[in-house]
C-alpha cells in the first residue's frame, strides 16, 4: 500500500518568511513523490518531483523539496514567501507495484503581509 | 490540446438523475486518471485508463459510476442515479504513460452539485 500524511491543514507564514510544509510518506518499494499546488477554483499544477536522481529536487517558483529516506519524508520548502503562494498544497506518492498516484489531505499556506 | 479539457466547468442536477463528464486529455497522452475532491480533502482515486481500457478501477465508489474512453482520447464518467453525496469536484488527468515518474497534467475539473 502507498500513502502519504501531510501535518498541519494549515500553515501560516509572514511575507519573506520561510515556508516549511511537512510529508511524509509510506511506500513498501522506492516511490515516486510529487508536490502540486492548487490555487482557488483552479486545477492542480505540478511543483516539483522525485524520481530517485537528485534528492534535492527544485521546482517551479521558487519551491524545493529534499527526499529523505531514513525519514521517509519529502518535505516542501521555500527561503521566502510571497503574497502570490498563498494556496493550497499536496503532497503525492506513487509506488513502483501501482500505477495511479496517492495524494494527502492538503495544506492551505496563508502568507500574512 | 494545449492542456486537459473538461467540460462541464460546473454542473447542477436534481437527485436521481443521470449526469455524463467530459475529459479531453493532451494529445499523445496515453494515460487518463479521473479523480474526485471533495471539500477540504485531497483527490481520491477513481479509475484509471491506459489507452482504451479502464487499467484500474478500483476507486469507483459503486455500480452507480462508470467511465469509457473508446477510442483513446476523450473519456467520459458517467454517473446514474445521483445522490446529494456525489457532490464534489471531478478532477481529470493525463500523463504521457502509466509507468515511471510522470507527473499528471491536470484539468480545472467539473464541479458537481446535486440538490
Known amino acids: 500500500a502507498q500513502s502519504v500524511t501531510q501535518l498541519g491543514s494549515h500553515v501560516s507564514v509572514s511575507e519573506g518568511a520561510l515556508v516549511l510544509l511537512r510529508c511524509n510518506y509510506s511506500?513498501?518499494?522506492?516511490?515516486?513523490l510529487f508536490w502540486y499546488v492548487q490555487y482557488p477554483n483552479q486545477g492542480l499544477q505540478l511543483l516539483l518531483k522525485?524520481?530517485?536522481?537528485?534528492?534535492l529536487v527544485k521546482g517551479i517558483n521558487g519551491f524545493e523539496a529534499e527526499f529523505k529516506k531514513s525519514e521517509t519524508s519529502f518535505h516542501l520548502t521555500k527561503p521566502s514567501a510571497h503574497m502570490s503562494d498563498a494556496a493550497e498544497y499536496f503532497c503525492?506518492?506513487?509506488?513502483?507495484?501501482?500505477?495511479?498516484?496517492?495524494f494527502g489531505t492538503g495544506t492551505k499556506l496563508q502568507v500574512i503581509p | 490540446g494545449a492542456g486537459v479539457s473538461q467540460t462541464p466547468s460546473n454542473k447542477v442536477t436534481e437527485k436521481g438523475k443521470y449526469v455524463e463528464l467530459r475529459c479531453d486529455p493532451i494529445?499523445?497522452?496515453?494515460?487518463l486518471y479521473w479523480y474526485r475532491q471533495s471539500l477540504g480533502q485531497g483527490p481520491e482515486f477513481l479509475i484509471y485508463?491506459?489507452?482504451?481500457?479502464?487499467?484500474?478501477d478500483s476507486g469507483l465508489p459503486n455500480d452507480r459510476f462508470f467511465a469509457v474512453r473508446p477510442e483513446g482520447s476523450v473519456s467520459t464518467l458517467k454517473i446514474q442515479r445521483t445522490e446529494r453525496g456525489d457532490s464534489a469536484v471531478y478532477l481529470c488527468?493525463?500523463?504521457?504513460?502509466?509507468?515511471?515518474?510522470?507527473?499528471?497534467?491536470f484539468g480545472s475539473g467539473t464541479r458537481l452539485t446535486v440538490v
Open positions: 488527468a493525463s500523463s504521457p504513460q502509466d509507468q515511471g515518474g510522470h507527473g499528471y497534467t
Open positions: 511506500s513498501s518499494v522506492p516511490p515516486y
Open positions: 522525485y524520481t530517485s536522481a537528485a534528492t
Open positions: 503525492a506518492v506513487k509506488s513502483g507495484g501501482y500505477q495511479k498516484v496517492t
Open positions: 494529445s499523445g497522452h496515453t494515460a
Open positions: 485508463f491506459q489507452g482504451t481500457g479502464a487499467a484500474d
